[in-house]
């Protein structure tokens, strides 16, 4: 487990470094996991968690993806599925178990860091690359607490705006996929000028998405990966952040036909 983790610190410095990782995590065969435990996540009891990860698999969301992605995203439900039931009960896991799961999300990490030196060019388009960095940061969310102003999280913020803003939006603001993306994009972002980019792409995607309320957002997170006990405190924070910016961007547009500002072409 320490070998483990001391992988995730390479791995961090390699992907700001623009370099390959170095080391490829050990392999652990699934047989680790009891039949109870794969039974249990092959069905999920749980109403809730059962959601997790099924936004991926529409049919529009599937056309934007490649093998690759999806193969991070199956093996990351699983895993989640797997922590969120041992979370509530339904899973009592054992050492192995853990194991398993901790190897196998070091290898998702890996995977996804290799992507762009492991495909030919062009590797990923540019929403793949967008969903790859959005999976990489769920990652680390998922187990290490952000720091605003740490490097790393300067790193990400900075590759996924980039990345979203050379996409063509104006085919996306109705996506659901893309809600999931400029949210965690907020999330981390939390202290830094890029917020509010975020924070307005979110207005129009969630206007363009008819969603009228954080809870109403939330029910669309939760079906990619969110974890409500660990981003209800953000999302409230950025549903707020949304609501000022309509605000202001409404009181601005009034301003402006009260002045007659976007009339004088016509005088």
């Given at each position: ?13 390699c992907?700001m470094a623009?370099?390959?990782?170095l080391?490829?995590?050990p392999t ?5 996991l ?26 529009a ?7 690759a992605?999806?193969r ?31 190897s196998r999300?070091?290898s ?5 860091m290799?992507m762009p030196f492991?495909?030919p060019?062009p ?6 690359e ?6 990489m ?8 607490r952000?720091?605003p102003?740490?490097?790393?999280t300067l790193?990400?913020v ?10 063509d ?5 109705s996506?659901d ?7 965690f ?6 202290h830094?000028e ?5 924070i ?5 995607n ?6 009228t309320?954080?809870d109403?957002?939330q029910e ?7 974890l409500e006990r660990?981003?209800r405190d ?12 309509r ?6 547009d009034?301003e ?9 072409d016509?005088d």
């Amino acid at each position: 487990m320490q070998c483990l983790t001391y992988l995730r610190v390479v791995y961090v410095c390699c992907t700001m470094a623009g370099i390959r990782p170095l080391f490829r995590p050990p392999t652990l065969s699934i047989q680790r996991l009891s039949k109870s435990t794969r039974d249990s996540i092959d069905k999920c009891p749980d109403k809730i968690t059962s959601q997790i990860g099924k936004g991926f698999s529409t049919p529009a969301n599937r056309r934007l993806l490649n093998p690759a992605i999806l193969r991070a995203i199956a093996s990351t439900r699983m895993y989640l599925l797997f922590r969120e039931l041992s979370f509530i009960g339904v899973i009592q896991p054992a050492l192995r178990e853990v194991e398993f799961f901790f190897s196998r999300q070091r290898s998702v990490e890996y995977e996804l860091m290799s992507m762009p030196f492991d495909m030919p060019p062009p590797a990923l388009t540019l929403i793949q690359e967008a969903v790859r960095l959005t999976l990489m940061t769920f990652a680390f969310s998922a187990s290490t607490r952000f720091v605003p102003m740490s490097a790393y999280t300067l790193f990400l913020v900075h590759k996924l705006k980039e990345a979203l803003e050379l996409l063509d939006l104006d085919s996306l603001w109705s996506s659901d996929l893309l809600l999931w993306l400029l949210f965690f994009g907020a999330h981390i972002s939390r202290h830094l000028e890029e917020r509010t980019w975020f924070i307005a792409c979110l207005a129009r995607n969630t206007t363009q998405l008819d969603l009228t309320s954080a809870d109403a957002v939330q029910e669309v997170l939760l079906k990619f990966f969110y974890l409500e006990r660990f981003s209800r405190d953000s999302l409230l924070e950025i549903w707020d952040e949304i609501g000022s910016f309509r605000q202001a961007s409404s009181t601005e547009d009034s301003e402006s036909r009260h002045y007659g500002f976007g009339g004088l072409d016509g005088d």
